[in-house]
C-alpha cells in the first residue's frame, strides 16, 4: 500500500503538473515558494518515491530528473482497493457500500 505522507503528495502534485520531466531543483524552487525546505529533503523524497514505484527517474548529465509512474487517480484508486482488501471480502462490500451513500449525500 502506497499511502503517501503530506510532503510525498505535495512533491507529487507538483510532478503531476508538469508536462515534462522535473529535476531536484526545479521541485524544490517550486515547493520553496510556499514554504521553507532544504534542497535535501526534496531530493531523499523524490528518492523514496521513486524505490516506491510512484516517481520514475532518469539520469541526464549528473541530475537526475523525475516524472509519475502512475497518474493522481491510477496511485489513489490503488490506494482505496488496498485498504478495502485489507478487511477481508465481507467488510469491504460494507465499507463500499457506506463511502457510496456517503459520496451521494
Not at 521553507?36 to 521513486?50: H, K, N
Not at 490503488?78 to 457500500?97: F, M, Y
Amino acid at each position: 500500500m502506497a499511502l503517501l505522507g503530506e510532503l510525498e503528495h505535495q512533491v507529487m502534485t507538483v510532478l503531476w503538473h508538469r508536462t515534462s520531466a522535473a529535476s531536484v531543483r526545479e521541485v524544490h524552487d517550486e515547493l520553496s515558494a510556499h514554504r521553507e525546505l532544504a534542497y535535501t529533503t526534496v531530493m531523499t523524497v523524490l528518492d523514496r518515491l521513486a524505490k516506491k514505484g510512484i516517481a520514475l527517474r532518469e539520469l541526464d548529465g549528473r541530475a537526475w530528473f523525475y516524472r509519475p509512474a502512475m497518474s493522481c487517480v491510477d496511485l489513489h484508486a490503488d490506494e482505496i482497493v488496498a485498504l478495502l482488501d485489507s478487511c477481508g471480502p465481507d467488510s469491504r462490500a460494507e465499507i463500499w457500500a457506506r463511502v457510496s451513500e456517503k459520496l451521494q449525500r
